[in-house]
C-alpha cells in the first residue's frame, strides 16, 4: 500500500495528465504546488520538495511514475504517472482513482461532478460500475463504505494508499487490513522498494 503522501503525488499526475496536458509532464515545482493546492484536496498538505521527490522515488520503483529528462527546450526533469498501465486502468478508472487519492471517501455523486474535467460519466450508475470494477480486482482498489452519522448517502474509498483517517468500512469481500503480519508485509515491501529506488540512483 502506498502511503499518504505517494498517494497524493499519484492522485496528482493522474489529475493533471487529464486536465492540464499542456503542462504535463510536471516539473518538481509544478507537482508540489499540485500537491498543496487548498482547493480540490483533503485534506490540505504542505508538502516539501523532498517529500514529493521521495514518494516520486519510491513509486518509480515500484514501476508507478517515470522521469522524463530534459528535451525539446525543457530544462528541468519531469515527472509523468504510469500506474494507469502498471494496473490496466481504462480513462473511466483512472478518472476515479484520481479522484479518490486526492479527496478521500466520497459519494457517487461528488465523484461524478468532481471527475467532471478528467472523464465525462453519463450516469451516476456508470459511476457505481466503475467501482465495483475497481472493488473486484486482485487486490481490491476501492471498498463501498457504511454510511456516516447524519449523512444520507454511502461513500467509496481507494485501497491503492493509506488514508488520513480511517474509515469503517461496509461488508465486502474485502478482507480486513491490519494485524502484525500484515504490517510486517507491507514494511518489507516498502523497504524493498527503497533498496530498489537507492540501487537505480547508485547506477
Same mark, same amino acid.
Given at each position: 500500500?502506498?502511503?499518504i503522501?505517494?498517494?497524493?503525488?499519484?492522485?496528482?499526475?493522474l489529475?493533471?495528465?487529464? #486536465? #492540464?496536458p499542456?503542462?504535463?509532464p510536471?516539473?518538481?515545482?509544478? $507537482?508540489?504546488?499540485?500537491?498543496n493546492?487548498?482547493?480540490?484536496?483533503?485534506?490540505?498538505?504542505?508538502? &516539501?520538495?523532498?517529500?514529493? *521527490?521521495?514518494?516520486?522515488?519510491?513509486?518509480?520503483?515500484? =514501476?508507478?511514475?517515470?522521469?522524463?529528462?530534459?528535451?525539446? =527546450?525543457? !530544462?528541468v #526533469?519531469?515527472?509523468?504517472?504510469?500506474?494507469d498501465? +502498471?494496473?490496466? @486502468?481504462?480513462?473511466?478508472?483512472s478518472?476515479i482513482?484520481?479522484?479518490?487519492?486526492?479527496? =478521500?471517501?466520497?459519494?457517487?455523486?461528488?465523484?461524478?461532478?468532481?471527475?467532471?474535467r478528467q +472523464?465525462?460519466?453519463? !450516469?451516476?450508475? &456508470?459511476v457505481?460500475d466503475? $467501482? %465495483? &470494477?475497481?472493488?473486484?480486482t486482485?487486490?481490491?482498489?476501492?471498498?463501498?463504505? *457504511?454510511?456516516?452519522?447524519?449523512?444520507?448517502e #454511502?461513500? @467509496?474509498?481507494?485501497?491503492l494508499?493509506?488514508e488520513?483517517?480511517?474509515?469503517?468500512?461496509?461488508?465486502s469481500?474485502?478482507?480486513?487490513?491490519? =494485524?502484525?503480519a500484515?504490517?510486517?508485509? *507491507?514494511?518489507?515491501?516498502?523497504?524493498? %522498494?527503497?533498496?530498489?529506488?537507492?540501487?537505480?540512483?547508485?547506477?
Amino acid at each position: 500500500m502506498l502511503s499518504i503522501i505517494e498517494g497524493r503525488v499519484l492522485g496528482c499526475l493522474l489529475e493533471k495528465e487529464r #486536465t #492540464t496536458p499542456d503542462q504535463y509532464p510536471l516539473s518538481l515545482n509544478a $507537482l508540489v504546488l499540485a500537491c498543496n493546492q487548498s482547493t480540490s484536496r483533503d485534506p490540505v498538505m504542505a508538502l &516539501e520538495a523532498h517529500d514529493v *521527490e521521495a514518494a516520486i522515488t519510491s513509486m518509480k520503483a515500484a =514501476g508507478l511514475t517515470r522521469l522524463v529528462h530534459p528535451s525539446h =527546450g525543457r !530544462s528541468v #526533469t519531469r515527472f509523468r504517472q504510469v500506474a494507469d498501465e +502498471h494496473h490496466g @486502468w481504462t480513462q473511466a478508472q483512472s478518472a476515479i482513482m484520481a479522484m479518490l487519492l486526492l479527496r =478521500g471517501p466520497q459519494t457517487l455523486a461528488e465523484l461524478r461532478s468532481r471527475t467532471e474535467r478528467q +472523464h465525462d460519466f453519463e !450516469s451516476i450508475d &456508470e459511476v457505481e460500475d466503475v $467501482l %465495483r &470494477e475497481l472493488a473486484a480486482t486482485d487486490p481490491p482498489l476501492a471498498v463501498h463504505l *457504511e454510511r456516516a452519522p447524519g449523512q444520507k448517502e #454511502t461513500r @467509496w474509498q481507494q485501497l491503492l494508499a493509506e488514508e488520513a483517517e480511517p474509515v469503517p468500512r461496509a461488508h465486502s469481500a474485502v478482507a480486513p487490513v491490519g =494485524g502484525l503480519a500484515d504490517r510486517v508485509n *507491507e514494511l518489507e515491501a516498502r523497504v524493498a %522498494r527503497l533498496e530498489a529506488a537507492i540501487a537505480d540512483l547508485l547506477d
